[in-house]
């Protein structure tokens, strides 16, 4: 198959517009507990969703899983697990700062992590990136995708400084800076864990081509593995926080007098779920189109991801009482991050044209 890296950029794009969108459906969850809605959406997100899609997409799944090295397995898992870490705190993170300002300080470690650790591990950083035109083109890309997030950053901090207590807990009920930005340094850097996760199942997508699996599609097996290791941690802890919160009977009636909507929160959960894990659906097959730079693949999604989750942000009135300035300066991190996008894809475009 012929790389195209510009239709990569564009799978990458909807990818972010699914995690950027994924949080949305859960305001509709009600007289949950957090770690009720969470472990339902996440049986959508990290089982049901991926083992689906990949049986319809792929072929001989449990072939391929089965005959793939022992080695590449435990890590893919191993490292889903560390992601699922990341994960959970992801989701306070949300609660702490909203979604555009949560998002974007998260993201700005997972990028910087995600991207160029697997290239410096394999040790391809000198000749692959810092050796070539395309990967010094890519590596700018990163660069102005990180100062995109800094300034994206500048905009939530200056935001948080003009609205009122009164305001923010409006808008993010438990809105806490500080709490906040420490919480999304962790999950930042755990979440990047996805990234080694999906670098380190490379030889599931092999077997599965040899299989006779579209190339296009040829990533599906690799989330089963890893995303199996996120459900693992995030089973762990939602069913501990169960037992502690004693909310485990939330899952199947209402606690009390009050009349909770069973099946509205299931459904919402479950849309929660199936939307985020559309990230990775649509992540795998822009992978397949970066040629021998899809490490950069990385970038592009949590490029994406801000932009969108920044839109949503906007439009949930995050961002209602910031000045024109502020407003501004997130603007000019949003037109930053889409140029960061622009820019990578077309220092694949290049590494695919000369090769």
């Given at each position: 198959m012929i790389s195209n890296p510009f239709l990569g950029v564009f799978f990458h794009w909807l990818g972010g517009l699914a995690s950027g969108s994924?949080?949305?459906?859960?305001?509709?969850?009600?007289?949950?507990?957090?770690?009720?809605?969470?472990?339902?959406?996440?049986?959508?997100s990290w089982i049901i969703a991926p083992w689906i899609l990949a049986s319809l997409n792929t072929s001989a799944l449990i072939v391929t899983l089965s005959?793939?090295?022992?080695?590449?397995?435990?890590?893919?898992?191993?490292?889903?697990?560390?992601?699922?870490?990341?994960?959970?705190?992801?989701?306070?993170?949300?609660?702490?700062?909203?979604l555009s300002?949560?998002?974007?300080?998260?993201?700005?470690?997972c990028a910087a992590f995600g991207t160029l650790i697997p290239p410096i591990f394999h040790g391809e950083?000198?000749?692959?990136?810092?050796g070539t035109t395309s990967g010094l083109i890519i590596l700018l890309g990163v660069l102005i995708c990180l100062l995109g997030i800094a300034i994206a950053g500048l905009a939530g901090r200056s935001k948080e400084?003009?609205?009122?207590?009164?305001?923010?807990?409006?808008?993010?009920?438990?809105?806490?800076?500080?709490?906040?930005?420490?919480?999304?340094?962790?999950?930042?850097?755990m979440s990047a864990c996805f990234a080694y996760g999906l670098d380190?199942?490379?030889?599931?997508?092999?077997?599965?081509?040899?299989?006779?699996?579209?190339?296009?599609?040829?990533?599906?097996?690799?989330?089963?593995?890893?995303?199996?290791?996120?459900?693992?941690?995030?089973?762990?802890?939602?069913?501990?926080?169960?037992?502690?919160?004693?909310?485990?009977?939330?899952?199947?009636?209402?606690?009390?007098?009050?009349?909770?909507?069973m099946l509205r929160n299931y459904f919402f959960s479950a849309l929660a779920g199936i939307v985020w894990y559309m990230q990775f659906f649509f992540y795998t097959m822009g992978e397949t189109q970066m040629g021998e730079y899809k490490f950069s693949s990385w970038t592009i999604h949590m490029a994406s991801i801000i932009i969108f989750s920044s839109l949503w942000g906007?439009?949930?009135?995050?961002?209602?009482?910031?000045?024109?300035?502020?407003k501004r300066t997130l603007m000019i991190g949003l037109a930053t991050l889409v140029l960061s996008t622009i820019v990578v894809g077309y220092g694949n475009y290049l590494g695919v044209g000369g090769k």
């Open positions: 994924f949080y949305v459906p859960y305001r509709g969850v009600r007289k949950w507990a957090w770690e009720v809605y969470w472990l339902v959406g996440g049986f959508f005959e793939a090295p022992r080695e590449s397995v435990l890590w893919a898992y191993f490292w889903g697990a560390m992601w699922g870490v990341g994960g959970l705190t992801f989701g306070l993170t949300m609660r702490y700062l909203g300002l949560g998002m974007g300080v998260a993201l700005g470690y950083f000198v000749s692959k990136v810092l400084k003009e609205m009122t207590d009164e305001q923010k807990k409006a808008t993010i009920k438990e809105f806490n800076f500080t709490k906040g930005i420490l919480v999304a340094t962790f999950s930042g850097i380190a199942a490379a030889p599931i997508a092999e077997l599965s081509a040899k299989h006779g699996t579209s190339a296009l599609w040829t990533g599906l097996p690799k989330l089963c593995v890893v995303l199996l290791g996120g459900f693992t941690t995030n089973f762990i802890w939602c069913v501990s926080l169960n037992i502690r919160n004693r909310t485990g009977l939330q899952y199947f009636k209402a606690a009390g007098p009050e009349r909770v909507p906007i439009a949930l009135k995050e961002w209602s009482g910031s000045s024109s300035s502020t």
